[in-house]
């Protein structure tokens, strides 16, 4: 991030300042205490033609360790017995950066919140009592974060990075946790968690790792998320999803629209292909003007940018305030 010479960053920045967002979440950026990394980012995003000058994170569960060993592999200490995957303490956390001022003193964190608090938890069958008592349902974090607008009002971001639901075996501890980790919103707004519910307008944010209609997971949670009348779900679309796709692979037998696409992983058979995981749902009293998927069709300006900056698109939504 401080040379410049990482091109992964540099095409990330291209893309966030071609689409130029006045707030922004970044999912999958490491955390650490200093937000040396973010403010670093924040610069190579301003010599690209935009300036973020308010920057908000916080330390996410991934890489927080545990005493115990939840993966089961008989070792302590190893990636799978932090409260969230992760190889160091805040590998691929979460951020936030905005041209508008956040009310950071007022930002809500519900990351350390057990999974066995949570109403109706899908708690893996083999999940002891000293798990019970310590395991977090964040796998990186739920979040909100007041956004001050121009008139004095506030807009809350409600962010998060669920874990994805494989990678385990066939307790389907990542399947359960990924669903109870989108139920986590519902519980809130519905008032059946011991945390105030998020009074409109809001915008729900973030990487759900799990499409609405392909791949593997559990999908009621979600389903029930993007039907939820207290918000909308402007569907953004992009050119350059339904041209991926229609390169055949495993993306041939998927039910979803390709255009909704919002990543891009790899399509030979056992790979999961293209999907829709990455979401930016506006509570319903707000105006959905435009939206979009930051995908360019190849040969297309920035197609190649868009790529190098991650297997995921830039999701956005422009919104008039009410």
């Known amino acids: 991030m401080l040379t410049a010479t990482d091109p992964q960053a540099e095409a990330a920045a291209a893309v966030i300042a071609a689409a130029a967002p006045d707030v922004l979440v970044l999912t999958g950026i490491d955390y650490d205490h200093g937000l040396a990394a973010l403010s670093a980012f924040a610069v190579r995003i301003a010599e ?57 003193a007022a930002a809500q964190d519900y990351s350390r919140f057990l999974w066995a608090d949570l109403p109706d938890a899908l708690l893996p069958p083999d999940m002891g009592a000293e798990a019970m008592a310590v395991q977090r349902l964040s796998t990186t974090g739920h979040w909100a974060v007041p956004v001050i607008l121009p008139d004095g009002g506030r807009l809350t971001l409600l962010v998060w990075h669920a874990t994805p639901p494989v990678f385990d075996g066939p307790e389907d501890r990542n399947g359960r946790r990924n669903h109870d980790e989108v139920a986590f919103w519902t519980a809130l ?31 009621e949670a ?3 998320l993007l039907a939820d009348p207290r918000m909308q779900d402007p569907a953004p679309r992009s050119e ?11 993306n041939a037998g998927h039910r979803g629209d390709p255009a909704l696409d919002t990543a ?3 399509d030979e058979p056992g790979r999961p292909g293209n999907m829709r ?45 009410p």
């Open 48 to 104: 690209q033609g935009i300036e973020y000058p308010y920057h908000f994170s916080l330390r996410p569960n991934t890489g927080w360790m545990t005493p115990l060993d939840l993966d089961g592999d008989g070792r302590l200490g190893g990636p799978g017995d932090a409260q969230g995957w992760g190889r160091f303490a805040g590998e691929g956390g979460m951020a936030v950066l905005s041209r508008l001022p956040l009310e950071t």
């Open 189 to 219: 707004l519905d008032g059946r968690l011991p945390f105030a519910a998020p009074a409109p307008p809001f915008v729900l944010l973030g990487d759900s790792n799990l499409d609405p209609a392909d791949g593997e997971g559990r999908r």
């Open 222 to 224: 979600i389903q029930a």
């Open 240 to 250: 350059g999803g339904a041209e991926a796709a229609g390169q055949g692979g495993v």
């Open 264 to 266: 891009d992983w790899p």
């Open 277 to 321: 995981v990455d979401l930016v749902l506006p509570s319903s009293d707000l105006r959905v003007l435009e939206t979009g998927v930051f995908w360019p069709p190849l040969g297309a300006p920035l197609a190649e940018e868009a790529r190098a900056a991650s297997r995921h698109r830039l999701v956005w939504v422009r919104v008039e305030l």
